[in-house]
């Protein structure tokens, strides 16, 4: 028989599609894991943003993994409230971020309840090269390969990097 823990085990350990190297509980977006005494196992996960293209790879990985582990009854459940920030990125997960080049976002602004606000502009810290470690750097373009991410350049190693936004 495979217990509650196992299933929150099994969910803790699949990787997210879009940042391999950060599972969906080091990327802060798995709620909760529930197991009733049927087996039936509901997960309930948190986009980044609502619009995230990932969500269906990340629900289907979420029922593979699941399913393989013995858990034949699966519904991944997916919740807006409150709505994900950066913060809630693991220690662990911004640690693996900059090892894999990508520097991890700060702390995420301050913000009142009700709608968030998207506000575009210039950050207002430095960010640190995740190769060599210089704030010596420059924004190239507000959007990378993913909405949550930013293209920007180290100006004493030279090397582009990716840098998570704060949201």
Same mark, same amino acid.
């Given at each position: 028989?495979?217990? /509650?823990?196992?299933? *929150?085990?099994?969910? #803790? ?12 509980? =080091?990327?802060?977006?798995? *709620? =909760?894991?529930?197991? =009733?005494?049927?087996? *039936?196992?509901? !997960?309930? +996960? ?12 990340? *629900? ?11 858990? &034949?009854? !699966?519904? !991944? /459940? ?10 809630? +990125? ?7 971020? &900059? #090892?894999?080049?990508?520097? %991890? ?6 913000? /009142? ?15 640190? @090269?995740?190769? @060599?470690?210089?704030? =010596?750097?420059?924004?190239?373009? &507000? ?11 180290? /100006?004493?190693?030279? #090397? %582009?990097?990716?840098?998570?936004? #704060?949201?």
């Amino acid at each position: 028989m495979v217990t /509650r823990m196992g299933a *929150r085990a099994v969910a #803790e350990a699949v990787a997210d599609p879009e940042l391999p190297m950060l599972t969906l509980a =080091d990327l802060g977006i798995l *709620r =909760d894991v529930e197991e =009733d005494a049927g087996g *039936r196992v509901v !997960v309930t +996960i948190t986009p980044t943003y609502s619009g995230c293209p990932a969500m269906a790879a990340i *629900r289907a990985d979420l029922s593979a993994a699941l399913r393989t582990a013995g858990y &034949a009854d !699966v519904e !991944v /459940r997916t919740v807006l409230t409150p709505a994900w920030t950066t913060d809630w +990125i693991s220690e662990s997960g911004k640690r693996k971020l &900059a #090892e894999a080049g990508i520097a %991890p976002p700060g702390p995420a602004p301050a913000r /009142r309840r009700g709608p968030v606000p998207l506000t575009l502009g210039m950050p207002g810290r430095r960010v640190v @090269c995740p190769v @060599c470690r210089s704030d =010596d750097t420059e924004e190239l373009s &507000a959007f990378g390969a993913t909405a949550c991410k930013a293209l920007w350049r180290c /100006r004493a190693c030279g #090397e %582009p990097f990716e840098r998570v936004k #704060e949201i």
